[in-house]
């Protein structure tokens, strides 16, 4: 048995999976559809590229305006963006779990007398779960790495819920971001083959690193 580096967090994603099951989305449908991205707990600024790709780029089927609502500490790095707005809650990735199932119970008709919930007021938790309702295509993204804390996986399974539930009025998906990975360790050369030097005309390091590595040579 080998047991992945990232195999803790992601066992995270696994057992919330297994208990239940759940609805997710591809990297496409966001760029093409979501209006309304809900970060959990996840730090933005280690994902550039999703920004890049899937927030800033048009969509195919017409104009389409953004929001973006963090779970979480403001993140200030996260790049401006034309028909995109931006705005934070901020709450304790320990206590999103809290926070969802306060939102579920209120979608079930059975609304919290408390004034707040981990810190964040009522009120802050009914703008925000009428912004998600009035969604047209709705995803709710994690990142199972970055909730390290004890029943994590219950605070997925608390979100994964939250989308179930709220697919009773309109589209919601989940979008688990997967944990960094190392790049590929240069395979050794068979014996008695010499070792061949990367290829010179791709560009890309990643490239030509994929390239050594899949033909069995030394970079």
């Known amino acids: 048995m080998v047991d992945h580096m990232h195999g803790r967090a992601q066992f995270r994603n696994v057992q919330a999976f297994q208990d239940g099951g759940w609805v997710t989305t591809t990297l496409s449908e966001v760029r093409n559809r979501a209006d309304l ?14 920004f890049e790709r899937c ?26 963006m034309d028909g995109v707005s931006v705005s934070s809650i901020p709450i304790d990735a320990g206590r999103l779990g ?35 309702r009035a969604a047209r295509y709705g995803v709710l993204v994690w990142n199972a790495a970055e909730l390290d804390f004890p029943q994590a996986d219950l605070t997925i399974q608390s979100a994964v819920n939250l989308v179930k539930d709220l697919n009773q009025a309109t589209r919601w998906s989940g979008l688990p971001l997967g944990a960094t990975m190392a790049a590929p360790r240069p395979r050794k050369p068979a014996p ?20 050594c590595c899949s033909t069995a040579t030394v970079c």
């Open 55 to 80: 927030l800033a780029p048009a969509s195919q089927f017409g104009e389409l305006t953004r929001k973006v609502v963090v779970l979480g500490d403001p993140v200030p790095s996260i790049p401006v």
């Open 192 to 211: 008695g083959r010499p070792a061949t030097p990367c290829a010179p005309h791709t560009k890309s390091p990643v490239r030509a690193m994929n390239r």
């Open 37 to 50: 991205i809900v970060l959990a707990g996840t730090d933005a600024s280690r994902y550039p590229r999703f």
């Open 98 to 132: 809290e926070l969802f199932a306060v939102m579920r119970a209120s979608l079930a008709g059975m609304p919290t007398r408390a004034a707040d919930v981990a810190g964040v007021s009522i009120g802050q938790i009914e703008a925000l779960l009428a912004d998600m």
